[in-house]
């Protein structure tokens, strides 16, 4: 459905990603974060998604087209320990809300794992965003700290996450809501990438699809 694009970044130089648009004009936009393998298909079909329902979707390159194999966690680890998560959010998520808020419309940020880490950062540092969806994701907070969040933002996490711990959930909800800040956190009986239909073994797909209902609706009442 979708198509490889070029897109303008706020320093002038150009990012990569993958863009789907729905059968109307005018439609919403939502960004869309890879998790710590890359550009995987499994992130270009939840821009397929997106189209589907609606929105006009685009997931920047943060890896400049390295793909990691689903196996190989070390490699995924070297990738995502090398990326500059703020760069990359100032410059190819901005960049990307940009380019599909050129007509005015409302734009909204999700991702998963890494990009969910990503969205919350964006959630501070990129104006042009109305809204977030998170995916098991929280950034360190000299990254982003909740009390800076300026959008409403969902939050969907697991339950046995070893990465983005139950005991770190607790803790960013509490000090989002102790700021006043829009948020609503979901928890799953689920393992950390529960979301992702091609690994089955995290994939939870009864917990996937609650979370994607619960994320349809936060767009529609945040980017309609």
């Given at each position: 459905m979708g198509t490889k694009i070029g897109f303008k970044r706020p320093d002038g130089k150009t990012g990569a990603g993958y863009l789907a648009k729905p059968g109307r004009a005018n439609a919403p936009g939502i960004v869309v974060i890879q998790e710590w393998w890359g550009v995987q298909p499994q992130i270009t079909g939840i821009c397929d998604r997106l189209a589907l329902a609606g929105y006009e979707a685009l997931a920047p390159d943060l890896y400049n087209g390295v793909v990691v194999p689903y196996h190989d966690?070390?490699?995924?680890?070297?990738?995502?320990?090398?990326?500059?998560?703020?760069?990359?959010?100032?410059?190819?998520?901005?960049?990307?809300?940009?380019?599909?808020?050129?007509?005015?419309?409302?734009?909204?940020?999700?991702?998963?794992?890494?990009?969910?880490?990503?969205?919350?950062?964006?959630?501070?540092?990129?104006?042009?965003?109305a809204a977030g969806v998170c995916f098991y994701g929280i950034p360190p907070k000299e990254?982003?700290?909740?009390?800076?969040?300026?959008?409403?933002?969902?939050?969907?996490?697991?339950?046995?996450?070893?990465?983005?711990?139950?005991?770190?959930?607790?803790?960013?909800?509490?000090?989002?809501?102790?700021?006043?800040?829009?948020?609503?956190?979901?928890?799953?009986a689920a393992k950390h990438g529960f979301v992702n239909e091609q690994r089955p073994e995290v994939h939870e797909r009864r917990c996937a699809e609650q979370a994607w209902d619960r994320m349809l609706g936060f767009w529609a009442r945040h980017l309609k």
């Open positions: 966690t070390d490699a995924a680890n070297r990738e995502m320990t090398s990326l500059n998560f703020l760069e990359a959010t100032d410059q190819l998520v901005r960049g990307a809300a940009q380019f599909l808020a050129r007509t005015g419309v409302k734009v909204g940020l999700t991702g998963f794992c890494l990009g969910g880490a990503v969205t919350i950062i964006g959630a501070v540092r990129v104006p042009e965003l990254a982003a700290d909740p009390s800076a969040i300026r959008i409403p933002l969902q939050g969907h996490f697991a339950n046995e996450d070893d990465w983005c711990t139950p005991q770190a959930v607790d803790a960013f909800e509490q000090a989002s809501k102790a700021a006043k800040k829009d948020i609503e956190v979901h928890r799953y």
